[in-house]
């Protein structure tokens, strides 16, 4: 598996699993609703992450970075749950592996499958 279909894949997982987490500890807590909800993008995210455009390394460099550390001081301040922890640890796997395609400058890997 290439490292940008990875990338793609994590965060399509991540899009999916942030709204489904309602399912399964209610809409009771604002703390967790918002951030599913928002969570969702990163399903679009994951989609953009499987076209070949370089753009889209940026937004799956970027984007989970910023969340990931949001989520960081979530674990610190709140009471996080083990979804919080599966979510910022792909968002922390994610950023570094779109980093390294853009800096690399080897998106051959991405392109030739």
Request: glycine share 8%.
């Amino acid at each position: 598996m290439n490292l940008r279909k990875l990338a793609a894949f994590l965060m399509i997982y991540s899009g999916i699993s942030h709204p489904s987490q309602l399912l399964i500890y209610g809409t009771d807590d604002p703390q967790l609703v918002t951030p599913a909800l928002i969570g969702t993008s990163f399903f679009f995210i994951g989609l953009f992450l499987l076209s070949n455009k370089r753009a889209a390394l940026w937004v799956g460099a970027i984007i989970p970075l910023l969340f990931g550390l949001g989520a960081s001081y979530r674990l610190v301040t709140q009471d996080p749950n083990i979804m919080t922890y599966i979510h910022t640890a792909i968002d922390f796997i994610v950023s570094p592996l779109c980093f390294y395609l853009l800096f690399q400058g080897n998106d051959k890997q991405s392109a030739s499958t």
